[in-house]
């Protein structure tokens, strides 16, 4: 790929585009076969829009501009987007932390750990990209950013004298190489779970692309307590290291539960390798003051708790209900208000649904970004036409009527949303925030 870089660079392009709604006025078009849509359709109205050559998947002749044709269109979209920021990969350590749940806060914690070692740190996560000074957005409902926008925050933790990088990995950005041949020098795993079954199929799938972030690694950190851990343990690379939550001990009420024992240990494992003291680490854990949505307690004097969390899986949620029964005091109820997205893995709603009347006392489901899908199809898949649910479509007035029926003592969770600002429906993106909608219900109980 890279003399293909150098042959592009003889055109002196303005940029790398793979989206034909973007000004095409002396850039490079990448076309590639997406998930729902074909890039190599927009070919002729990127060239009306000048773009000066054309890199596709499919065989083409008789264009008006050079064009070039490769294997894997999204591979060499990464690949040469990583050319023109003059790969900045190359001046950093790379660390990568994947699985189905605990991605952002072992991500946090590890970011935590390096910076209390006087690391030049940076972390790209669900919640934003923190890269010197800076908090940046990484877009709606983003884990792992496109190439385009992932380089660009490589190249600024170098501008920005970062030396070392924390990026949360998911399923489909490894599947999608959006990564391209980024270099990691330690991949993380926390666990393995039911999750976009939707885009991967098969659990065999979904394995398989989370696999490719330890192919190359120099060190793997994986779960040993975790069911997957003999596959990843098979299919490394690296020089292995793992961890266990049974020998951790949390005092820290923001990393209450055994799902965070578990982040815990990946993230003292990866400090660990860098020769951090244990001193140092404990601190961090002591001090830490949690990731916005991830267990955030909502607090304006009201007599009950209220949580926003963002579990949207089965496990995710079966681990923070069971936590949270574990606090509840005898003859105090939990509340819970939930939905599942559309356009998503749709054979987990049942499973939710199942979790949810089994581990809470009220269950209130509403809408959760149902985008172009029937809110009446989602929740009878979440239902399955049983158990006792409250329906209440609108958000706001889900939350409204949990805070309600909550008495002291009891808590209210909201699942599902955790950090995100925005919630989609049809194809729009609407602001939107758990938390806001959190204190305002509760502020109106108290007028």
Not at 19 to 38: L, N
Not at 86 to 100: A, C, M, Y
Request: with cysteine; charged share 25%; glycine share 8%.
């Amino acid at each position: 790929m890279a003399s293909l870089f150098t042959e592009l660079q003889k055109l002196h392009p303005t940029g790398i585009s793979a989206d034909s709604r973007e000004d095409q006025k002396g850039k490079v078009f990448v076309a590639y076969r997406g998930v729902s849509i074909d890039g190599h359709k927009f070919i002729d109205e990127v060239i009306k829009g000048g773009a000066v050559a054309i890199v596709g998947e499919k065989k083409l002749d008789h264009l008006p501009v050079p064009y070039y044709r490769v294997a894997d269109g999204r591979l060499a979209w990464a690949q040469l987007v990583a050319g023109w920021y003059g790969n900045p990969e190359r001046h950093l350590t790379l660390i990568g932390v994947t699985g189905t749940d605990g991605k952002t806060t072992t991500s946090h914690l590890i970011y935590e750990m390096l910076k209390a070692a006087k690391l030049k740190v940076g972390l790209v996560s669900t919640v934003a990209a923190y890269i010197g000074a800076d908090m940046l957005e990484t877009g709606a409902h983003v884990t792992s950013p496109d190439p385009d926008k992932l380089w660009h925050f490589l190249a600024l933790a170098v501008d920005r004298g970062v030396k070392y990088l924390v990026l949360e990995v998911t399923s489909h950005a490894l599947d999608q190489r959006r990564y391209g041949d980024l270099p990691f020098e330690i991949g993380v795993l926390t666990n393995l779970t039911h999750e976009h079954l939707d885009y991967h199929r098969t659990w065999t799938n979904y394995r398989k692309s989370k696999a490719r972030l330890f192919k190359q690694v120099k060190y793997a950190v994986l779960n040993q307590d975790d069911p997957s851990f003999n596959y990843f343990n098979t299919h490394t690379t690296g020089k292995i290291t793992s961890y266990t939550r049974t020998k951790i001990k949390v005092t820290n009420p923001v990393l209450a539960g055994e799902y965070n024992k578990s982040n815990i240990g990946a993230a003292e494992s990866v400090a660990k390798l860098f020769h951090i003291p244990q001193a140092t680490l404990d601190k961090v854990i002591h001090n830490f003051v949690g990731v916005p949505g991830r267990l955030e307690e909502i607090k304006i004097g009201q007599t009950f708790r209220a949580i926003v969390d963002f579990a949207h899986t089965p496990n995710a949620l079966e681990k923070l209900l069971t936590e949270l029964r574990s606090q509840l005091a005898a003859n105090k109820q939990l509340i819970l208000v939930f939905g599942c997205a559309g356009r998503r893995d749709a054979a987990k709603r049942p499973m939710m649904g199942q979790i949810a009347t089994k581990l809470a006392d009220q269950v209130i489901i509403t809408a959760e970004d149902p985008r172009t899908e029937s809110l009446d199809e989602i929740y009878q898949q979440i239902t399955q036409g049983k158990g006792k649910f409250i329906r209440q479509d609108d958000r706001q007035q889900a939350i409204n009527h949990a805070v309600r029926l909550a008495k002291g003592g009891d808590i209210v969770v909201v699942a599902g949303k955790g950090h995100e600002r925005s919630m989609c429906f049809g194809k729009t993106e609407y602001p939107w925030s758990d938390q806001k909608a959190v204190k305002q219900a509760v502020t109106g109980l108290l007028k």
